[in-house]
């Protein structure tokens, strides 16, 4: 460590140097510890940087320089930093002795050591802290070199900190112009603002592509800009919320140019800055022909979503009549083809059963099996298409198409249905209709399913070959039998027992159909 004051000043110089080069607070300050613990020769340099979170003030090293330990944190309420911060001067200790700054020699291999507060004004920034193993070691010129190395450091690190608020506030600035862009930018309202002399500071993208309005166009007047598009009277309102500060709403007019043509709602008001300072105008056109036709377009798509619940809630389950609400397009009107399968269940020997009896109890029966087998049906997410007389018509697949998973929906709900039936807690084919029991004729292929009628009454339907085998082969079928064809029984894997049959003829087919009786579940698969 040099002696003499000329040297001293010679490292005091060169470190501030340094110091002055530093482009950061963190290598500022490992600069100044790095200075003091060289120059010094002593066993250990330390910062402690003052950091203030709300209402809490602490002391962290932040950073340090030597062979000795130091702990990670000062005491804010022990008697150094009290000190430091009321005195604003330095604390000097010679040698370990009872005293109450002790907690200034950082390691227990301490001997001597100073404490320096970096002060700028009435503020204490942090606190540097050099240590040594020999007792006396901080004579007259070291105690120079780091008071004013530490006086130095205080102005610098200051200057820095101010710098990095400054960075940091100008940072938040730009975020706050980037967030106030993009919310004008995703206005779907025309927005326009004038600066103090009349002419145009600011338009959004919206206002941009409505108006036909380009970069070029700013620092205009309005008048410059729209005065082919808006009426005398306008520019008159302009003109007076201009001059009382006065807001108006709701001002409406149509906007036209060869070009443009927009029935619009608009809203001026005035722009004040610092202490009611006016600073120009903002106008917000509202393109009320964009929105009566938003509208429209919102009453379409609430009107199909209403005929759709109100066509499909009575036949489908809730989740299924949901996912058509919410995906209107798998509605097809007019009809789309799709793969399905169709099963018919009619009451055998219903007929003959229902001769000479009350038509009041014949409807009575039905209606007892219809409301149990309905809920059935809608649970294995078929579609009950329709009623006719005594039987039933239901189209797995449509309107909505799960692959094969219909097929096996389809003939566990066939399945169910005949257990409902022989089931002997059942509710409806009681008393004469005791002994009645049904049959299912089930096939699977292409049908057009769609909205098919005429302008007065339309029907969710499907129609093909598809529906005449399922309805020829209910026919083929006897009570308690669900017979399925080959098309159907190549989608069902081994999920179910399956009892083929003679091949059967069909109206309308050249060749002969394979079919098959479902027995039940496969155990063995299940």
């Given at each position: 460590?040099?002696t003499?004051t000329?040297?001293v000043?010679d ?10 080069e530093?482009?950061?607070v963190t ?5 100044m ?16 940087l003052r ?6 003030v602490?002391f ?10 130091s702990?990670k944190?000062?005491?804010?309420n022990?008697?150094l930093?009290e000190f ?8 000097v200790?010679?040698?370990r002795?009872?005293?109450p700054f002790?907690e200034?020699l950082?390691?227990?291999n301490s001997?001597s050591g100073v404490a320096?507060p ?9 606190v540097?802290?050099v240590?040594s ?8 010129a ?6 004013s190395l530490?006086r ?9 900190q101010l710098?990095r608020?400054l960075?940091e506030?100008?940072?938040?600035i730009?975020e706050?112009?980037r ?5 004008f930018?995703?206005m779907t309202?025309?927005l ?19 108006f036909?309005l380009?970069?070029?166009r700013?620092?205009?007047t309005?008048?410059d ?5 808006l009426t005398?009277?306008?520019f008159?309102?302009?003109d ?6 006065q807001?108006v709403?709701g001002?409406?007019?149509i906007?036209?140019t060869?070009?443009i043509d927009i029935?619009y709602s608009l809203n001026?008001?005035p ?5 009611g300072?006016h600073e120009?105008?903002?106008l917000?056109f509202t393109?009320q ?5 938003l509208?429209?377009?919102m ?10 619940k109100?066509m499909f809630s009575?036949?489908l389950?809730?989740?299924?009549v ?5 995906n209107p397009?798998?509605v097809?009107?007019?009809g ?9 269940a009619d009451i055998?020997?219903?007929t003959?059963f229902s ?12 209606n ?5 087998a309905?809920?059935i ?9 329709k009623?006719i007389?005594d039987?039933?018509m239901?189209?797995?697949g449509v309107?909505v198409?799960?692959g094969?998973?219909?097929?096996v929906h389809?003939?566990t709900?066939a ?5 409902l039936v022989?089931s002997?807690?059942?509710?409806f084919?009681?008393?004469?209709a005791?002994h009645?029991r049904i049959?299912?004729?089930m096939?699977?292929?292409p049908v057009?399913a769609?909205n098919?009628g ?6 969710f ?6 529906v005449?085998?399922?309805a020829?082969?209910e026919?083929?079928?006897?009570a308690g039998?669900?017979i399925i064809t080959?098309?159907?029984?190549q989608?069902l894997g081994d999920?179910f027992?399956l009892e083929e ?5 069909v109206?309308?087919k050249?060749?002969p159909i394979?079919i098959?009786?479902v027995?039940?579940i496969d155990q063995?698969?299940?």
């Amino acid at each position: 460590m040099p002696t003499a004051t000329a040297d001293v000043l010679d490292e005091l110089v060169r470190a501030s140097a340094l110091l002055t080069e530093a482009n950061s607070v963190t290598r500022l300050i490992a600069a100044m510890v790095e200075q003091a613990n060289d120059i010094t020769r002593s066993d250990l340099a330390a910062f402690y940087l003052r950091t203030d979170h709300s209402e809490e003030v602490s002391f962290k090293l932040s950073y340090r320089r030597g062979r000795l330990d130091s702990p990670k944190e000062l005491a804010t309420n022990g008697e150094l930093v009290e000190f430091l911060e009321e005195s604003e001067e330095s604390v000097v200790l010679l040698e370990r002795k009872n005293s109450p700054f002790n907690e200034l020699l950082l390691d227990s291999n301490s001997a001597s050591g100073v404490a320096l507060p970096l002060v700028t004004g009435r503020s204490l920034l942090g606190v540097l802290i050099v240590n040594s193993r020999e007792e006396r070691f901080y004579g007259r010129a070291r105690l120079q070199f780091l008071d004013s190395l530490a006086r130095i450091a205080a102005g610098v690190l200051n200057n820095a900190q101010l710098y990095r608020e400054l960075q940091e506030h100008a940072r938040q600035i730009e975020e706050l112009q980037r967030y106030q862009e993009n919310v004008f930018s995703s206005m779907t309202n025309l927005l326009v603002t004038t600066d103090e002399s009349g002419r145009v500071h600011y338009f959004n993208r919206a206002a941009a592509e409505r108006f036909a309005l380009d970069e070029a166009r700013v620092g205009l007047t309005l008048k410059d800009i729209f005065g082919k598009g808006l009426t005398k009277d306008v520019f008159k309102t302009i003109d007076t919320v201009e001059q009382n500060g006065q807001t108006v709403l709701g001002l409406e007019g149509i906007y036209k140019t060869d070009e443009i043509d927009i029935d619009y709602s608009l809203n001026i008001a005035p722009l004040q800055g610092k202490r009611g300072r006016h600073e120009g105008l903002t106008l917000i056109f509202t393109d009320q022909t964009a929105e009566s036709r938003l509208k429209q377009e919102m009453k379409v798509v609430s009107e199909e979503r209403r005929l759709i619940k109100d066509m499909f809630s009575s036949y489908l389950s809730e989740d299924i009549v949901k996912l058509l609400v919410e995906n209107p397009d798998l509605v097809k009107p007019g009809g789309g083809a799709r793969n399905a399968t169709v099963f018919f269940a009619d009451i055998a020997g219903y007929t003959n059963f229902s001769e000479g009896k009350d038509p009041a109890s014949i409807v009575k029966i039905l209606n007892e099996f219809f409301e149990e087998a309905e809920p059935i049906i809608r649970r294995h997410r078929g579609y009950l298409d329709k009623y006719i007389g005594d039987c039933i018509m239901a189209v797995f697949g449509v309107p909505v198409d799960a692959g094969e998973e219909d097929t096996v929906h389809a003939v566990t709900c066939a399945l169910e249905l005949q257990m409902l039936v022989n089931s002997p807690r059942r509710t409806f084919f009681r008393g004469e209709a005791e002994h009645l029991r049904i049959q299912i004729g089930m096939h699977t292929g292409p049908v057009v399913a769609g909205n098919l009628g005429g302008s007065r009454r339309m029907d969710f339907t499907e129609i093909g070959d598809t529906v005449n085998v399922a309805a020829r082969l209910e026919g083929v079928a006897v009570a308690g039998e669900i017979i399925i064809t080959e098309n159907t029984r190549q989608h069902l894997g081994d999920r179910f027992s399956l009892e083929e049959r003679k091949p059967v003829e069909v109206k309308g087919k050249k060749k002969p159909i394979k079919i098959f009786n479902v027995i039940g579940i496969d155990q063995q698969s299940a």
